[in-house]
């Protein structure tokens, strides 16, 4: 599974909130404009997903 979420310039605090609940770790931030945000109809802007060394 992959450890991501995609979220808009206004929901990228409630994902990294997300993601810490839900993987109990710390993501990195991203600017990434490929997907849809996960809380809204929006493009997303960011992505919140596991830190690269750790992969
Ligand atoms: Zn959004």
Do not use: G, S, T, W
């Not at 993601?19 to 849809?36: D, M, R, S």
């Amino acid at each position: 599974m992959d450890k991501m979420i995609f979220a808009c310039e206004e929901h990228v605090d409630m994902a990294i909130d997300d993601y810490v609940n839900e993987f109990e770790e710390a993501p990195e931030v991203l600017k990434e404009e490929i997907e849809q945000c996960r809380y809204c109809q929006l493009k997303a802007a960011y992505v919140i997903r596991r830190p690269e060394e750790f992969c």
